[in-house]
Nanobody
């Protein structure tokens, strides 16, 4: 079955960095676009980033552009999110997600069919 397992969350200082990883299994990882979403307490879930199946194209929500970088390793079946210049407003549960319906390209708005359990990121000022 499809499994997405996030790791790497935790606490960080404003201006610091964290790197999230997502280990994927149970589907053809290299054929599908992959997403990172986040949800802060009391707020709606938002799409943070998307990366196409080859990794050649990435998309970011405006609030993280220039600070976050998503990448993938199609040999290790792993998705990454490098978060730099962290801000307190980045505090949220972060979810790795896959779109197993649309294939290798990113949808707008972001859409996923399968989700990980999430990893908490907390940024203090």
């Amino acid at each position: 079955q499809v499994q997405l397992v996030e790791s790497g969350g935790g606490s960080g200082q404003s201006g610091g960095s964290l790197r999230l990883s997502c280990a994927a299994s149970g589907f053809s990882f290299s054929s599908n676009a992959m997403y990172w979403f986040r949800q802060a307490p009391g707020k709606e879930r938002e799409g943070v980033s998307c990366i196409t199946w080859t990794g050649s194209t990435t998309y970011y929500t405006d609030s993280v552009k220039g600070r976050f970088t998503t990448s993938r390793d199609n040999v290790k079946n792993t998705l990454y999110l490098q978060m730099d210049a962290l801000k307190p407003e980045d505090t949220a549960m972060y979810y790795c997600a896959a779109d197993l319906m649309y294939g290798g390209y990113c949808r707008k708005p972001p859409y996923a069919t399968n989700w990980g359990q999430g990893t908490q990121v907390t940024v203090s000022s």
